[in-house]
């Protein structure tokens, strides 16, 4: 009896964002329970799609971000991911093109790391509040992933590449085309269809839509 076809489940994301570093690990989690699920990692670029979709990061509406220091918080907890808010979020929070430039240029040469690279860049903002301002630091986040020194300084002259520019520019399309307004971005193919769900609290019904169980956080697969 021949397996099952794969649906296709593609993440949307940025590692600036907080709540996809959540929906990350828990899609990642989940890659060993939903065997039917073929999970595609698409890094976009989160301002532009805020700046076409017209809506504004949590932290640039007050209450929001009040909201969101506690909500972290609480979610890393609940997740066991090792969530704290970055004293100088404002320069993180629109300084992630060159990162994204840099992920795209690592994931379009060597895929097999892009798992691991997007989780050091979210350790160090999320976890150890470490600056993502500068070339050397994109390299150390690489290194901890596992990339040797060749590949980091490929990548690193890559990322300027209009080919490497462009891959953004068409992944942060595909998710204004889906209709995003923000970070995660998921969109699952059913059956000929597609259904699309933002955010990292509607892993249930993503579940019911490839016709899986949800079994909660699921910490004891994590990669942290």
């Known amino acids: 009896m021949a397996a099952p076809m794969k649906k296709t489940v593609e993440l949307f994301y940025d590692v600036v964002s907080p709540y996809t570093w ?25 301002g532009g799609v805020m700046k076409e979709s017209g809506n504004k990061p949590p932290a640039m509406v007050p209450n929001k971000g009040v909201y969101m220091i506690k909500d972290i918080q609480r979610l890393g907890k609940y997740y066991g991911i090792p969530l704290n808010q970055p004293k100088d979020f404002g320069s993180v929070m629109f300084g992630t093109l060159p990162v994204q430039r840099f992920l795209t240029a690592v994931d379009m040469a060597h895929p097999e790391y892009t798992e691991e690279l997007s989780r050091q860049f979210w350790f160090r903002i999320w976890k150890n509040d470490e600056p993502v301002t500068d070339p050397q630091h994109y390299a150390e986040a690489a290194k901890k992933a596992g990339l040797c020194d060749d590949a980091i300084a490929t990548a690193l002259k890559r990322m300027k590449d209009q080919d490497v520019k462009d891959r953004l520019a068409q992944y942060t399309k595909q998710a204004l085309d889906e209709g995003a307004f923000g970070s995660p971005w998921i969109v699952a193919h059913i059956n000929g269809k597609k259904e699309s ?28």
């Open 22 to 46: 959540i929906g990350f690990e828990v899609l990642c989690r989940y890659r060993t329970k939903w065997l039917n699920m073929d999970l595609q990692l698409k890094p976009f670029f989160l």
């Open 197 to 224: 769900i933002f955010g990292s609290d509607r892993f249930p019904i993503l579940a019911m839509l490839l016709e899986e169980e949800w079994h909660g956080p699921l910490k004891e697969l994590s990669k942290l």
